[in-house]
């Protein structure tokens, strides 16, 4: 079992910045890759980032750019920088992990953390 826990959500105008914390109650070394998702209202849950245990990072085209996931291996803590936020990145922010248990891809989510943007 892999425990996730996010923080960093709240209010902000356009233009500003938000940086999101996922912690795992695991070593992130061990596992394969952890992700941010995100679900706007009304609207399916969509990647917005992927990092691999070995270090390469994938984006979602759209958010490429202003968006930087990065990682603190000694606080097991994934993070996303959200630069120049914009309305349309309003929803709520998930942490995602995935990890193999011998060849069982195993797949765990964290609770979300709300991200809300309004001038």
């Known amino acids: 079992q892999v425990r996730l826990v996010e923080s960093g959500g709240g209010l902000a105008q356009p233009g500003e910045s938000l940086r999101l914390s996922c912690e795992a109650s695991?070593?992130?070394?061990?596992?394969?890759?952890m992700s941010w998702y995100r679900q706007a209202p009304g609207k399916e849950r969509e990647l917005v980032a992927s990092?691999?245990?070995?270090?390469?990072?994938n984006y979602a085209d759209s958010l490429r750019g202003r968006f930087t996931i990065s990682r603190d291996n000694a606080q097991n803590t994934v993070y996303l920088e959200m630069n120049d936020l914009e309305l349309e990145d309003t929803a709520v922010y998930y942490c995602?992990?995935?990890?193999?248990?011998?060849?069982?891809?195993?797949?765990?989510w964290g609770q979300g953390t709300q991200v809300a943007v309004s001038s």
């Open positions: 990092l691999f245990n070995h270090g390469m990072r």
């Open positions: 695991t070593s992130i070394l061990d596992i394969y890759v």
């Open positions: 995602n992990a995935k990890t193999y248990r011998g060849t069982t891809l195993e797949e765990y």
